[in-house]
Nanobody, 122 residues
Framework: QVQLVESGGGTVQTGGSLRLSCAGPTSGAYTMGWFRRPPGKEREFVAAISYLGSSNTGYADSVKGRFTISRDNAKNTVYLQMDSLKPEDTAVYYC????????????????WGQGTQVTVSS
């Protein structure tokens, strides 16, 4: 069983920044990424990155230009740098890992973390 452990959530004011981290699989070439569940809404895709790194990434339109996903395979860790945060970014953020590629990264991902709360105050 693959365990994913997120960290870095918290409360920040509008326009601020946070960086989420996810300790991921110690073996296997997984695509990794982030989803979020805003209050009262369904889980939605945020960003994904292939095992090969930043040459193959994907972002939701709502976060393009503000969020950056990266990974350090030597540390088995994926990061989500979130800048220019807005109140609508408030959500529980989940890390996920999947054997499929970035283009097929979805809520059907193989493995999930427990989630970390991000709150953006206005």
């Amino acid at each position: 069983q693959v365990q994913l452990v997120e960290s870095g959530g918290g409360t920040v004011q509008t326009g601020g920044s946070l960086r989420l981290s996810c300790a991921g699989p110690t073996s296997g070439a997984y695509t990794m990424g982030w989803f979020r569940r805003p209050p009262g809404k369904e889980r939605e895709f945020v960003a994904a990155i292939s095992y090969l790194g930043s040459s193959n990434t994907g972002y939701a339109d709502s976060v393009k230009g503000r969020f950056t996903i990266s990974r350090d395979n030597a540390k088995n860790t994926v990061y989500l740098q979130m800048d220019s945060l807005k109140p609508e970014d408030t959500a529980v953020y989940y890390c996920a890992a999947d054997s499929r590629g970035v283009g097929k990264f979805s809520t059907s991902a193989d493995f999930w973390g427990q989630g970390t709360q991000v709150t953006v105050s206005s």
